[in-house]
């Protein structure tokens, strides 16, 4: 089974500040892992994944994240915030290529401050 | 090419009644997923459909059930209606299912009030 925490139900940064949301992840396996962004009253917009591969991986909006299998962590960090950035954010895990669903974290509200 | 779209958004019942979601998957996609999302469970997998076929199922009781059509529109129905099933029900479409080879679209959901 695989499952996901995130640190921190709220964080709060200010506009320019460096954005920090943190993953860590159980698998037993190597993970497939996710980033989504949900903003109020919207469905989820996938911001980047893990699959094989670079260790780095570049989403939209100018986040990335990286897999540290040592650390079982796929920190969320963007260089810059700024006020659009305010939202939810999930990380999510899946076991493989052709699973069929994925487990969720518990969320991080970001609150953006000018 | 338009978005996953679910009706109705806002849906109001009472504890007891039945009710029925609808998904209209991205045009192409043939799987449709389903989730539960609330403040205290989180966002939870309720079930999967291929090509008419449930492929997987979460952690739910017998209330909660779905199908699919041939135009790989959804629905999902829950019946005798808790407390408890307030929630953000969410869908999501992908080409064939493989969640970690294909990027699941999110629709805006349906927001479920049990009176």
């Known amino acids: 089974a695989q499952s996901v925490t995130q640190l921190g139900s709220h964080v709060s940064v200010s506009e320019g500040a460096l954005v920090l949301l943190r993953c860590n992840y159980s698998?037993?396996?190597?993970?497939?892992l996710f980033w989504y962004v949900q903003y109020p009253n919207q469905g989820l917009q996938l911001l980047l994944k893990?699959?094989?591969?670079?260790?780095l991986v570049k989403g939209i909006n100018g986040f990335e994240a990286e897999f540290k299998k040592s650390e079982t962590s796929f920190h969320l960090t963007k260089p810059s915030a700024h006020m659009s950035d305010a939202a939810e954010y999930f990380c999510a895990v899946t076991l493989s290529g052709s699973a069929r669903q994925l487990t969720f974290g518990s969320g991080t509200q970001l609150t953006v401050l000018p | 090419k338009a978005g996953v779209t679910q009706t109705p958004r806002y849906l109001i019942k009472t504890r007891g009644q039945q009710v029925t979601l609808s998904c209209s998957p991205i045009?192409?996609?043939?799987?449709v997923s389903w989730y539960q999302q609330t403040p205290g469970q989180g966002l939870q997998f309720l079930f999967e459909?291929?090509?008419?076929?449930?492929?997987n199922k979460g952690n739910f009781p017998g209330r909660f059930s779905g199908r699919q059509f041939s135009n790989s529109r959804s629905e999902m129905n829950v019946s005798t209606l808790e407390l408890g099933d307030s929630a953000l029900y969410l869908c999501a479409s992908s080409q064939t299912g493989g969640v970690g080879n294909n990027e699941q679209f999110f629709g805006p959901g349906t927001r479920l009030t049990v009176l």
């Open positions: 893990y699959t094989t591969g670079a260790t």
């Open positions: 698998s037993s396996v190597p993970p497939y």
């Open positions: 045009s192409g996609h043939r799987s």
């Open positions: 459909y291929f090509s008419e076929t449930q492929r």
